[in-house]
């Protein structure tokens, strides 16, 4: 077996990493040699690195929207050679990058189908480190928060242009903030005198707008507006509705797909859309399944699942996870792929 250092201290420790090899374990078996992993948020590569240790039959493609972070995770991950292949995209660009991909990890995932897939999601803790992307709302910095900094509308562009009610929903439904049309109307008033440039303006008109007493019971008054503007400028959630099925169809039978969800929103569309695959379509009443109507995955989390104390205590990051996964049973076809 080969041997390589494992270096944690390269980024962040990956949340759950053991939990996420178990997980993802028993589809890596099952197609051994021809088996291929997705990491469809490879970030840093810390998880992708654990797998490609600890699974030594596996190769993994890792996706990810931003060419910085995928430049360095692929040389993070050069000593592993030809078992890691690297894919620039949007993670629900995944059916595109399979099924056009050019090399022998493509070619196994498309002819005998993907053995596991994992999708940490959310803002990576090396791009909230990164103080010039604008994602933390502790430090001034460009109001960017564009995963991929080379395309589309950043948070700026959202503050500056967006009308009162586009902005209230996007701050209610994407940040749950209470006081989103308040915060609106700041907003646009605001920008009449100057654009929005910097996150140090905006979080000063948080302060001023959010009334002390929520400010003192709710934790940081930026977080929800933030975390609001993130998902609004990367589409985000309508990655994640577009990528369930993407994952789905391409996994074999035994396969697995594992999500890592760190907000109601992502965790709410990830049960949805799980318990829809788990559940079978015959008319209730019926003492079997009709032909056809059988469900084809079987949930392997019984709930969500949360980091354990001591995982807490080594990554303070993994607090807010909850981790759901489910397993293909069967094709429509009755084919392993």
Known sequence: MESFEIKDNHGHVPVMRDRMAELLRPGVEKLAAHAVLIDGTLGAGGHTEHFLKTLP??????????????ADATERLSPFKDR???????????????DNGEGEIFERAREYGIAGALFDLGVSSMQLDQAERGFAYKVDAPLDMRMDPTKGITAADVLNTYDHGQLAHVLKAYGDERFAGKIASAVLREREKEPFTNSARLVELLYATIPAATRRAGGHPAKRTFQALRVEVNGELDALRNVIPQVCDRLAVGGRVVFMSYQSLEDKIVKKALAELTTSKTPPGLPMDLPGTAPQFTLVTRGAETATESEIAENPRSAPVRVRAAERIQRPDGGEF
């Open 84 to 98: 890691f292949v690297g894919v620039q995209t949007r993670f629900d660009g995944l059916a595109q990058a399979v």
């Open 57 to 70: 039959q596996v190769s993994v493609i890792g996706i990810d929207r931003d060419p910085q972070a995928l």
